[in-house]
């Protein structure tokens, strides 16, 4: 088990959510970072749908009743097991009674959590993400609840990322037309594309609400409301555009302009408040080539290792926060740490 401690700003139990339910009105939610929490599963050894945790903007303090392996993975924190620092992207055993604080988010928005076994809950139309729009599934976190752990199935996992994703507080959007895109004049369309966004305070798991240039309309009529998907680039009646992250409602009646690619989808969850955005028109050939490439950096990137190749990754990936410690090698497989004083 786990104990609660302190829940953070936001910290949801999240898998990949409640496909298929569409047609009656339930949205999926589920992660809303999906690549960050396929990581973090995978680096603890879970299947990609496990559930875990996700904490935006600050993360959680907890208590750990029992030795257990996890990992972080998505936004960059700076996490402290009992006051001493943790690296992210790979696994980490930590040992009963153990305290972490997670800390702030540092880049990006949102990171997740994953313990070995996944984090249990009773699962709402096969699933046990928290939905804060529709109420479904297990509450948001709070001080003082327990945490069930599944059973770790086969040894110990050991695993790292070579090249985790890191998230700059600006970025650029690939899209796609939307399917109402002939509703703006040509020099809307290129506003879009030529304008520099930025991400909204009021934002959140629903969507990402866009300040800077307003897109007017060439069509007046109003949209019957039509099914939603995530990345869907909405244009209200004040012309500022709303894109849709994974708690958005099953429907919705503003028309889309745009569709944001499901690769760069991370990219959209990880956006902090001020963040700047830009949007650049791709092909479907194209936007499936980055969808292909993301799902093969999960079979590339995420590596075994054994114990003392972590712990020379965790010593380098720590090195800028110890002043003694200037340096740390690993060369064929054997660890070599040369400390400076």
Known sequence: MIEVLHPGTLTTLQDLGRQGHGHLGVPPAGAADAFGLRIANRLVGNTDDAGALEMTAEGARLRFEDEMCIAFSGGTLAPLLDGEPLPMHQTVTVKAGAELDCGRVLEGWRCYLAVAGGIQAQPVLGSVSSDTLAGLGPEPLAAGM????????????????????????????????????????????????????????????????????????????????????????????????????????????????????????????????????????????????????????????????????????????????????????????????????
């Open 146 to 341: 327990r945490l069930a752990i599944g059973a770790l199935a086969g040894p110990a996992p050991a695993f790292y990322m070579k090249s985790p994703p890191r998230y700059a507080g600006a970025v650029r959007l690939r899209v796609l037309p939307g399917p109402q895109h002939d509703w703006f004049a040509p020099e809307t369309l290129l506003a879009l594309r030529e304008s520099v966004y930025t991400a909204s305070s009021k934002s959140d798991r629903t969507g990402v609400r866009l300040e800077g240039t307003v897109l007017p309309r060439a069509q007046e009529s109003e949209l019957p409301s039509m099914g939603m998907v995530t990345g869907a680039v909405q244009v209200p009646g004040s012309g500022r555009p709303l894109i849709l992250l994974t708690n958005h409602g099953a429907t919705g009646g503003y028309p889309v302009i745009a569709n944001v690619i499901s690769a760069d989808l991370p990219l959209l969850a990880q956006l902090a408040p001020g963040a700047e955005v830009r949007f650049t028109d791709v092909g479907r050939a194209e936007a499936l080539t980055a969808l292909r490439e993301q799902e093969a950096r999960l079979e590339r990137d995420i590596i075994a290792a054994d114990t003392g190749l972590l712990a020379a990754r965790a010593l380098m990936s720590l090195a800028g926060s110890h002043a003694s410690l200037r340096q740390a090698a690993v060369n064929s497989g054997a660890v070599r740490v040369r400390i400076k004083k």
